[in-house]
Antibody, heavy 119, light 111 residues
Framework: QVHLVESGGGVVQPGGSLRLSCAAS????????VHWVRQAPGKGLEWVAV????????YYTDSVKGRFTISRDNSKNNLFIQMNSLRFDDTAVYFC????????????WGRGTLVTVSS | QVVVTQEPSLTVSPGGTVTLTCASS?????????PSWFQQKPGQPPRAVVY???NRHSWTPARFSGSLLGGKAALTMSGVQPEDEADYYC???????????FGGGTRLTVL
């Protein structure tokens, strides 16, 4: 059974940094691309970033380019996102989501971790 | 950046049929955008419904079907059930297939 468990969320001041983790189990983590998706309170989903199965390709939405860095450790089945220069509008629940091996899409989601940027 | 647009809200009667659409500001949605659809109920993470235009996941009921319709991606639900009441989001991919953009979501009410 696929499990994705995010951690590392919390309250941080504007301009601060936070590193989120996603622990994966129940599948061959190193075979799948993995995404970060966020959802501000009461708002819709926003795609944030993706990393290819081997970490060689990374893509980001414009609003986080240069501030967020996605990475993975396939030996430990972990996904990360380093978030720097955090802004009020980065406040959201951050989900990790498994990309598909065959085809392009997302098939499984974690339950998310809440990041609150507040002074 | 590209903007993806969905109907903000739709209402359907139980047993009825409804079509949700997903448009791209960059032009017609094609199979190359690999349209995906997700269902989200309050307090829950999203759940994948359809991928790559018209492919259901193993857990997706047959009453859900994806397509391309008039330059947009579409999700049609036939024989709608009360449990289908939820927010629905489309996701389009750009730049070769990995860079994604979600639509704003459609709140579907079953009434």
């Amino acid at each position: 059974q696929v499990h994705l468990v995010e951690s590392g969320g919390g309250v941080v001041q504007p301009g601060g940094s936070l590193r989120l983790s996603c622990a994966a189990s129940g599948f061959m983590f190193g075979s799948h691309p993995v995404h970060w998706v966020r959802q501000a309170p009461g708002k819709g989903l926003e795609w944030v970033a993706v990393i290819s199965y081997d970490g060689s390709e990374k893509y980001y939405t414009d609003s986080v380019k240069g501030r967020f860095t996605i990475s993975r450790d396939n030996s430990k089945n972990n996904l990360f996102i380093q978030m720097n220069s955090l802004r009020f509008d980065d406040t959201a629940v951050y989900f990790c989501a498994r990309g598909m091996v065959r085809g392009i899409g997302i098939d499984d989601w974690g339950r998310g971790t809440l990041v609150t940027v507040s002074s | 950046q590209v903007v993806v647009t969905q109907e903000p809200s739709l209402t359907v009667s139980p047993g009825g049929t409804v079509t949700l659409t997903c448009a791209s500001s960059s032009g017609a949605v094609t199979s190359g955008n690999h349209p995906s659809w997700f269902q989200q109920k309050p307090g829950q993470p999203p759940r994948a419904v359809v991928y790559s235009t018209n492919n259901r996941h193993s857990w997706t009921p047959a009453r859900f079907s994806g397509s391309l319709l008039g330059g947009k991606a579409a999700l049609t639900m036939s024989g709608v059930q009360p449990e289908d009441e939820a927010d629905y989001y489309c996701l389009l991919y750009y730049g070769g297939g990995l860079l994604g953009v979600f639509g704003g979501g459609t709140r579907l009410t079953v009434l």
